[in-house]
């Protein structure tokens, strides 16, 4: 029989994931259907018990789901337990298996598919949500020579910061206010909400170094941010390739063959 798997979100006519999916498994050989549903605001629990009734292997979660799964999930991984949001669910008899692979869907982005190696590098990560605390650990992981994060309310960053690292990591990892920004990175990511609305965060002019990043996780358009950071004379890349390599890993999670990202990547620049 041919496996189902799904994307819950709300909204998700726009979703990606379908194709992406679909892609990976003509690509390894895979037997499995794969579709996008629109959960209720106020029924997601209903919506993934009704899909597992009717034999549902797992689900990704998008937007705004992500930490209603958490709290559905009856077993978490690490790097779950550190974003505190889960992204890929695995239903295996009374067990769900709660994952996230936004993180390393970022770092394989910026790793494999941009060549830029993180480590001794620093990093201004912009926002305090669960985008940002979903990848702080896998960023870490990679040895920068530090970790800013920023947001509008210093507190919220600075809040995020001891909420997932209560013991600390060090001078390697800190947060602040835009005010508090100063030196030059090798690499900025964008993940606020700004994009979406079409702000610019307020950052300081000079703030690239020489052949730095600049990174949104927003993709499909030209984004304030990349605009700014295009005249800043830094490269810009949007997050796309974050989209499919996070996908690859919930597929590895499931299926146990990881797939080749860069001709899905292409694939979808084409369209």
């Known amino acids: 029989m041919t496996d189902r798997y799904t994307v819950f979100g709300n909204p998700i006519a726009h979703s990606k994931s379908p194709r992406i999916h679909a892609a990976f498994a ?10 996008a549903r629109l959960a209720p605001l106020d029924g997601f629990a209903a919506a993934v018990a009704g899909f597992r009734d009717e034999g549902g292997r797992g689900a990704n979660v998008t937007v705004p ?3 209603q799964a958490y709290a559905l999930s009856t077993s978490l991984s690490a790097r779950a337990r ?4 889960v992204n890929t669910l695995t239903f295996a008899a009374d067990d ?3 994952d996230n692979t936004d993180g390393v869907g970022l770092v394989n982005d910026l790793a494999g598919n941009l060549g830029l190696d993180l480590a001794g590098k620093r990093i201004l990560l ?9 990848v702080m650990p896998p960023l870490l992981e990679q040895g920068p020579a530090e970790l800013f994060i920023v947001n509008r309310t210093a507190a919220k960053a600075e809040e995020l910061v001891a909420l997932a690292y209560p013991q600390g990591v060090g001078a390697r990892l800190a947060a602040g206010g835009y005010a508090d920004v100063s030196g030059r990175f090798d690499l900025v990511i964008n993940a606020t909400a700004a994009s979406l609305s079409g702000d610019l965060p307020p950052l300081p002019a000079g703030l690239f170094a020489d052949g730095a990043l600049a990174y949104d996780m927003m993709y499909g358009k030209d984004t304030p941010f990349l605009a700014f950071a295009r005249r800043e004379g830094a490269r810009c890349a949007d997050g796309l390739g974050m989209l499919v390599e996070q996908a690859a890993e919930a597929f590895f999670l499931w299926r146990g063959v990881r797939p080749v990202t860069a001709p899905v990547i292409a694939l979808l620049r084409a369209n």
């Open 26 to 35: 003509e690509q390894t050989g895979q037997n499995l259907a794969y579709e």
């Open 65 to 67: 789901f992500k930490e």
């Open 82 to 85: 550190a974003a505190g949001a």
């Open 96 to 98: 769900v298996l709660g």
């Open 126 to 134: 912009m926002g305090a949500g669960g985008a940002a605390r979903g």
